[in-house]
């Protein structure tokens, strides 16, 4: 049993160390919450989506120099990309994820922390990131046939693409229209938004996006998750929210 952990106090440390550009604390940080018994996807879920969240949020609001940013959006590359290897890997169940997102950086980490997570938890995951036109993704998912399709947007501008994406595959797949689940972002700041372009479903965070995937393609709501919900190996003790003064 890892000890108690306070994850405001750890994430407000994690925030200072990234804005400041300080990998080699992150590094210590990390290895801090290994010793202590935290999972990869503990740490994934409730430490580094957090503070990319907060990060993304407060560059938007001109909180942030462009160094601060560029130094925090590089460490939480890095760590996102360190922290699939060590996931728990669920065994496979068969399905296939196509997962894109919008051209902005924060949108690609994002994407790719809950493409890593969606794969853990047993799905076979095609991440194509940002950038890629309509007509490709349409062709993908005619060619690949992909059992949702799941899209990331930090920005308002990405929603009328999203929904141009949306009508577009229920015009080909008229009878069997592949679900579209969005996730984040401007999603998450707009209420109703997803609903509202005509996707399946939408999701705050990745415990929320694997639960929501798993509805669509099963057809029911996941309770729970062997590689995400249920590797609680540490007590996470959750006080008033002091994300933001860290890096304010």
Known sequence: MSQTLNIDLTTERLLQLCVSGDRAGVRELHSQLETAGVSATEIAQRLYWPSMQVIFRMWRQDQLTALAYRYATRIL??????????????????????????????????????????????????????????????????????DAVVVFAAAASDAPRIRELIDGLREIHRNQSVPVICGAGVFARAEGLAEEIGATATAH???????????????????????TRTQHVAQIKRPQNRVRSAVA
């Open 77 to 146: 590359r890095m760590l996102v990309d360190q922290a699939q290897a060590r996931y728990s890997q669920s065994q496979r169940n068969g399905r296939r994820l196509l997962c894109v997102c919008g051209p902005e950086e924060s949108e690609d980490t994002a994407g790719q922390l809950c493409a890593d997570l969606l794969e853990a938890s047993g799905y076979e995951v095609l991440f194509a990131a940002g950038g890629v036109a309509k007509d490709e993704i349409m062709q993908e998912v005619a060619q690949r046939k992909p």
């Open 205 to 227: 965070d990745p415990a929320e996006m694997i639960a929501a995937v798993h509805g669509a393609v099963f057809g029911t709501a996941a309770t729970t998750s062997a590689s």
